[in-house]
């Protein structure tokens, strides 16, 4: 499992969400963004040998609001959202947390749209 949670300056904790998993499966909490209603944070689903990541979306009260499954089952080593354009940019390399990654492990860099949720490009 893994949590998100806010505190107020650094002294106590207003609100704790736990990520727990759907099945049998490994969550990791990887990557957090704070943002102006709240935050996001990508999350990794181990489901061996499947390899699942997701945008979870809270806002300032800790309720979930979002939740966006992506498409790529490699491992996130960057995530970036652009509050402006209100995108995700997420790359990806490998399939393993390993900070050992193989040349031959394929890189993808893929753009989400914040408010419709939908891929707007992977290279």
């Not at 893994?2 to 909490?29: D, R």
């Not at 709240?38 to 009260?61: A, S």
């Not at 490699?74 to 040349?103: C, H, T, W």
């Amino acid at each position: 499992s893994a949590f998100v949670a806010k505190t107020v300056k650094l002294e106590s904790i207003k609100w704790l969400q736990l990520i727990a998993p759907e099945k049998q499966e490994k969550v990791f909490g990887i990557y957090i963004v704070s943002k102006e209603d709240g935050c996001d944070v990508l999350i990794n689903i181990d489901e061996t040998p499947i390899l699942k990541n997701r945008i979870l979306g809270f806002d300032n009260e800790g309720k979930q609001k979002d939740k966006i499954d992506i498409v790529v089952n490699s491992f996130p080593r960057y995530f970036n959202y652009d509050e402006i354009n209100q995108k995700y940019l997420i790359v990806f390399k490998g399939i393993k947390s390993d900070a050992m990654i193989g040349q031959e492990d394929d890189l993808f860099i893929v753009q989400y749209d914040a408010i419709t949720k939908a891929e707007v490009w992977l290279n």
